[in-house]
């Protein structure tokens, strides 16, 4: 039992509580400011005494351009013998960039702003602007975002991933140079952002912008480092590295739009994508460092459930390659006038499509739907999303005929119909949100349910408009 009292009360902690953090995490963000911007002044002061002290050889005391600093928090790296000195002082002096800070790009940015990409306060380094790991996106945290995008915390909820994605790496490593690009990498500004960074990793996860992130990384002669998860697979390779292949190479034509599938609709379980950004910070590194044979000319194919991993030869270099061939079209003018969503027929952000196929009288709003329901008027609704989405949650007294089997189960929707007020009842359709639906009413009308109609906006508009409680995935 709960009082009026102790209600107020745990209204007021929370509110405290929120206050509290806003402030935590406006502090934290001041505090990683102030320690780039200190960062820079100590890093051209090294530079200026560097400079003066005239040192013709560009190294350290130790005969290596470590400092002892760099010394101490690599020294793990630095005692494998296939690594070393060497394999870090490459590394060091690299610059990275990582496109999109989600399920991919979380444990790639971790790992390499650890390892110390994008380092500034290195003795050899003249031009520290050289250094620097990036990281490109547009989007905010969620929080169905969390269970995978592991470089974001709560925290974060509601403000921009790259600005997470920053505070996160520069509390693992505030001796890096981090670049924040805050936006959508386009045709219009890739050119540009990449042309600043020694190699790509390309952490997507649509078509569109594989196609153009592998072209950019061609026409700029950036090594990319492409990964995938969806479900519970993953794939990995290397593209336009050492005569190897471009992505174009492998994909000449576009897979057919059913088949780029993305978690928000088909899942992931949040390790997936974990593993691949991981081993996609591990190409990068062996690319940057100059260590071991990085993934080119070759695919890793990942299946968590069988706990498989192969590694399967993909073709070469194609030479009717549009990016890369012998007489390709591609050319830093045409990529910036390139339709890749046009090319790919698949958008670029990730908003979900918002189809109308059907006229306005065939379809009801949530609220009116509502309507129905508290009349109690005579009706069959139909649900026809895949069933382990209607196992997540349904509205009650719904049947779950996902659109893939609607022909085949037409006889049962007819003795459900019968079963009530003799056939005469209304057929209501509903999905996720209000797309298959309308496509499912159009296959209903030609099968003589003419009176089907279409729930608009899904159950998506049932959380918004009726009820605030019903769950949202
Ligand atoms: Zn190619």
């Not at 780039?36 to 190294?59: F, H, M, T």
């Not at 592991?150 to 140079?177: D, Q």
């Not at 995938?228 to 993953?234: Q, S, V």
């Not at 329901?373 to 009650?396: E, F, N, T």
Request: charged fraction near 20%; include cysteine; hydrophobic fraction near 35%.
């Amino acid at each position: 039992m709960e009082s009026n009292g102790g209600v107020d009360e745990s209204t007021r902690l929370l509110k405290e509580l929120q206050s509290l953090k806003d402030s935590k995490r406006d502090i934290e963000a001041r505090i990683s400011a102030l320690e780039g911007q200190l960062r820079q002044i100590q890093s051209n002061q090294q530079l200026n005494k560097k400079a003066s002290s005239d040192c013709s050889n560009g190294g350290s005391e130790f005969g290596h351009d470590l400092t002892p600093d760099m010394i101490y928090r690599y020294s793990r790296q630095l005692l494998l013998p296939s690594f070393g000195v060497q394999g870090q002082s490459n590394l060091l002096k690299s610059s990275i960039l990582v496109i999109g800070a989600g399920g991919l790009g979380s444990p790639a940015l971790l790992y390499l702003a650890a390892c110390g990409v994008g380092e500034v306060s290195a003795l050899f380094i003249v031009d520290f602007e050289i250094c620097r790991l990036g990281m490109v996106d547009h989007d905010v945290v969620e929080l169905n975002n969390l269970h995978r995008q592991i470089i974001h915390g709560e925290a974060y909820i509601g403000r921009s991933k790259v600005e997470s994605a920053a505070a996160a790496c520069r509390s693992i490593n505030s001796t890096i140079e981090i670049i924040e690009h805050r936006e959508a990498l386009r045709t219009s500004n890739a050119l540009e952002i990449v042309s600043k960074y020694d190699i790509v990793i390309d952490a997507t996860d649509n078509a569109p912008s594989r196609y153009l992130i592998s072209d950019c990384c061609v026409l700029l002669g950036k090594p990319l480092v492409s990964g995938a998860a969806l479900g519970l697979e993953g794939q990995l390779a290397v593209y336009n590295y050492n005569g190897g292949p471009c992505y174009r190479c492998l994909f000449p034509t576009p897979p057919p739009t059913t088949a780029c599938q993305r978690c928000s609709d088909s899942g992931v379980l949040g390790v997936v994508p974990g593993v691949i950004g991981c081993l996609q910070a591990l190409e990068a590194i062996k690319v940057a460092s100059l260590v071991g044979e990085p993934l080119s000319g070759r695919m890793l194919l990942f299946d968590a459930l069988s706990a498989r991993i192969r590694i399967v030869k993909i073709r070469g270099r194609s030479l009717q390659c549009e990016a890369c061939g012998e007489n390709a079209t591609m050319t830093q003018e045409n990529f910036q006038h390139f339709d890749y969503e046009k090319f790919t027929q698949s958008p670029l952000s990730p908003a979900p499509l918002k189809l109308k196929l059907l006229k306005e009288d065939c379809r009801i709003s949530s609220k009116e739907y509502e309507e129905v329901v508290k009349k109690g008027d005579a009706h069959v609704l139909i649900d026809v999303r895949p069933s382990q989405h209607y196992k997540i949650v349904s509205l009650p007294n719904s049947m779950n005929v996902p659109l893939a089997s609607l022909e085949d189960k037409l006889p049962e929707i007819e003795s459900a119909l019968k079963s009530i007020d003799n056939g005469n009842a209304g057929v209501y359709v509903v999905c996720r949100r209000g797309n298959d639906s309308q496509r499912a009413v159009e296959l209903l009308h030609n099968k003589g349910f003419v009176s089907a109609k279409d729930i608009v906006g899904g159950l998506e508009s049932w959380a918004r408009d009726v009820d605030h409680r019903f769950p949202t995935y």
